[in-house]
């Protein structure tokens, strides 16, 4: 992947703008964006072990309570729903 910044809503409620070769950011989620046009949505289930292996990874809420929920439940399926805003 080259370099691309990204500007996204993920489950309607964090906003993430991200650069997506970002060592970073969950693999999963750089699965789901492969191919999408701007203004594009979709839904994706992400198995763990491309999930949130680690607790540094991307995107993740800024505030504490959404942090720690997400974080909780970082070795389960999560389901991701992502627009595509732009790019950048």
């Known amino acids: 992947m080259g370099t691309l910044f990204i500007a996204l809503w993920i489950n309607s409620v964090v906003r993430a703008d991200l650069l997506l070769d970002d060592a970073e950011i969950i693999q999963g989620l750089k699965d789901v964006l ?14 763990p072990e491309v999930g949130y292996v680690s607790e540094n990874l991307k ?30």
């Open 59 to 88: 995107p993740i809420p800024d505030q504490f309570g959404p942090r720690r929920s997400l974080l909780s439940h970082a070795k389960e399926p999560l389901i991701f729903e992502v627009q595509l805003l732009k790019v950048l």
């Open 34 to 47: 492969v191919g999408m046009k701007v203004g594009g949505k979709r839904r994706a289930l992400i198995p």
